[in-house]
């Protein structure tokens, strides 16, 4: 099997509300998705949001990245698919999220030539899956009112953006916490919005009104690992790192001094499936547990992150995978049920999920 076309297709899609964090403000999903054609007529689709804020990409910058590396792909044997990802991650630094684009190509290659859902390919079993949801940043009074809604719609787990103001924080984080029933668990993110004593103070603040919550998601500035450090040593809520780790250089460093309690895998900032498999490696052997999250993603790069969750189930042991959820509609065929809350893999090879509109397409053939 070789390949013989590798094109990209920006997808948009409207979301229910906009998406509002400390770094930015997201009205429509816009992404790129990239189709890998072989000799034997398989095609495998991946795909990647544009994160400026984080991974320094724009749909632009990661079209040209594609293009750049698409050359050396074309033509190559999956005989060797190891030398498939090297090509991808060597043939040009950085670009995190267009590289994972097209290894969930590669991937969903693979296991289509092997006629299994990815997930059984890489080991896995669990096909069930539960997510949180984001409430986005907003007034007080109006994030209360969308994490009632999301109650009723079956989450038990919400994740409140955060990041702005600490005064104003703790205000919205209590207001939420008292306007919910006992049981639903709060996740708290602050997109790097906050210094570590803001964090501590603010953590302490609300911990001595009962509300512990089940983690605080990358509080300080992502260079920033003393900060984390100190913050998880001052507070109950446990310290999940973000924007601090990329790679695994990043997260051994945050390991080995003992500076987070939980660790967020995503694919776009890894650069795809094969160094977030390595990463939930990295961090068992550390005993920490991780979540997988995803940027504002599209179904197939989602449906990715739950084939790699499956895979690596005894670790990564919470998920935020509710960019889905988020979306008012998407183009794209999915195999993988998306039933807000409960998301769930099939039997279809590959991973289950590919485009059905095309728009702004480019192309590489051999």
Same mark, same amino acid.
């Given at each position: 099997?070789?390949?013989?076309?590798?094109?990209?297709?920006?997808?948009?899609?409207?979301?229910?509300?906009? *998406?509002?964090?400390?770094?930015?403000? &997201?009205?429509?999903?816009?992404?790129?998705?990239?189709?890998?054609?072989?000799?034997?007529?398989? &095609?495998?689709?991946?795909?990647?949001?544009?994160?400026?804020?984080?991974?320094?990409?724009?749909?632009?910058?990661?079209?040209? @990245?594609? +293009?750049?590396?698409?050359?050396?792909?074309?033509?190559?044997?999956?005989?060797? *698919?190891?030398?498939?990802?090297?090509? &991808?991650?060597?043939?040009?630094?950085?670009?995190?999220?267009?590289?994972?684009?097209?290894?969930?190509?590669?991937?969903?290659?693979?296991?289509?030539?092997?006629?299994?859902?990815?997930?059984?390919?890489?080991?896995?079993?669990?096909?069930?899956?539960?997510?949180?949801?984001?409430?986005?940043?907003?007034?007080?009074?109006?994030?209360?009112?969308?994490?009632?809604?999301?109650?009723?719609?079956?989450?038990?787990?919400?994740?409140?953006?955060?990041?702005?103001?600490?005064?104003?924080?703790? /205000?919205?984080?209590?207001?939420?916490? /008292?306007?919910?029933?006992?049981?639903?668990?709060?996740?708290?993110?602050?997109?790097?919005?906050?210094?570590?004593?803001?964090?501590?103070?603010?953590?302490?603040?609300?911990?001595?009104?009962?509300?512990?919550?089940? *983690?605080?998601?990358?509080?300080?500035? @992502?260079?920033?690992?003393?900060?984390?450090?100190?913050?998880?040593?001052?507070? /109950?809520?446990?310290?999940?790192? +973000?924007?601090?780790?990329?790679?695994?250089?990043?997260?051994?460093?945050?390991?080995?001094?003992?500076?987070? +309690?939980?660790?967020?895998? /995503?694919?776009?900032?890894?650069? !795809?499936?094969?160094? @977030?498999?390595?990463?939930?490696?990295?961090?068992?052997?550390? !005993?920490?547990?991780?979540?997988?999250?995803?940027?504002?993603?599209?179904?197939?790069?989602?449906?990715?992150?739950?084939?790699?969750?499956? @895979?690596?189930?005894?670790?990564?042991?919470?998920?935020?995978?509710?960019?889905?959820?988020?979306?008012?509609?998407?183009?794209?065929?999915?195999?993988? &049920?998306?039933?807000?809350?409960?998301?769930?893999?099939?039997?279809?090879?590959?991973?289950?999920?590919?485009?059905?509109?095309?728009?702004?397409?480019?192309?590489?053939?051999?």
């Amino acid at each position: 099997m070789k390949i013989t076309t590798i094109t990209t297709q920006v997808l948009k899609a409207p979301l229910k509300t906009p *998406f509002v964090t400390s770094l930015r403000r &997201v009205e429509a999903l816009e992404d790129v998705v990239v189709c890998i054609g072989c000799d034997n007529g398989l &095609v495998g689709y991946g795909e990647g949001a544009p994160t400026p804020q984080i991974t320094g990409e724009t749909i632009g910058s990661m079209r040209a @990245a594609i +293009d750049f590396i698409a050359p050396h792909l074309m033509g190559r044997s999956f005989d060797d *698919f190891e030398q498939l990802i090297t090509i &991808v991650h060597r043939t040009i630094k950085h670009n995190t999220t267009a590289k994972s684009a097209l290894e969930i190509a590669l991937y969903d290659l693979l296991a289509k030539a092997d006629q299994k859902p990815l997930y059984q390919l890489l080991g896995g079993r669990q096909t069930l899956f539960k997510t949180d949801i984001t409430i986005s940043m907003n007034e007080t009074s109006t994030m209360v009112a969308d994490a009632k809604k999301a109650v009723a719609l079956g989450y038990e787990t919400l994740k409140i953006k955060i990041g702005q103001s600490p005064t104003l924080d703790a /205000k919205r984080i209590t207001h939420i916490a /008292k306007a919910l029933p006992s049981h639903i668990s709060l996740r708290l993110d602050a997109n790097q919005g906050w210094s570590a004593q803001e964090s501590i103070s603010l953590l302490q603040q609300i911990e001595a009104e009962g509300i512990v919550a089940e *983690f605080i998601e990358q509080p300080v500035a @992502a260079a920033d690992k003393e900060g984390l450090k100190a913050i998880k040593e001052a507070v /109950k809520t446990p310290v999940l790192a +973000d924007e601090s780790v990329f790679s695994l250089v990043d997260a051994q460093t945050l390991l080995k001094m003992e500076a987070v +309690d939980y660790i967020n895998i /995503k694919l776009a900032k890894t650069g !795809g499936i094969t160094q @977030a498999l390595e990463l939930a490696n990295l961090c068992q052997s550390y !005993g920490v547990s991780c979540m997988l999250g995803c940027m504002l993603e599209g179904p197939i790069s989602v449906a990715a992150g739950l084939h790699v969750a499956s @895979a690596k189930a005894e670790i990564i042991t919470m998920l935020d995978l509710d960019a889905v959820a988020l979306l008012a509609s998407h183009p794209a065929h999915s195999e993988v &049920v998306f039933n807000e809350s409960e998301m769930k893999l099939t039997d279809t090879a590959g991973v289950g999920v590919w485009p059905t509109k095309k728009d702004s397409p480019t192309a590489f053939h051999l």
